[in-house]
């Protein structure tokens, strides 16, 4: 079983674990429970959060508005909601 993947109402709910200011932005494995994600995007005036937002979208091949920030606004730990996410996201996401 997953920890940072739930199926919610025919949206997939993500557990995401941030960590802004990287070098480039990558999924970095797993980290307590969570998927890591380093951004290249700093932690300021919610350009991580907007960073997070688009890479996620691009890797499930969604549109932009169908990834929601859900929480963990100012917090490293964050919960998305990705509508209309396929099948086979979280091999999209872990890179597989």
Avoid at 14 to 39: F, M, S
């Amino acid at each position: 079983m997953l920890d940072w993947w739930r199926v919610d109402g025919g949206s997939l709910a993500l557990v995401v674990h941030v960590q802004p200011g990287a070098k480039q932005t990558e999924v970095a494995g797993l980290h307590g429970g969570a998927l890591k994600i380093r951004l290249a995007a700093p932690a300021i005036d919610g350009r991580a959060n907007t960073a997070l937002v688009d890479y996620v979208a691009r890797r499930l091949g969604v549109p932009r508005a169908a990834v929601e920030l859900r929480s963990g606004q100012k917090s490293r730990r964050k919960r998305l909601l990705v509508t209309g996410a396929p099948a086979d996201a979280a091999r999209l996401l872990l890179g597989g």
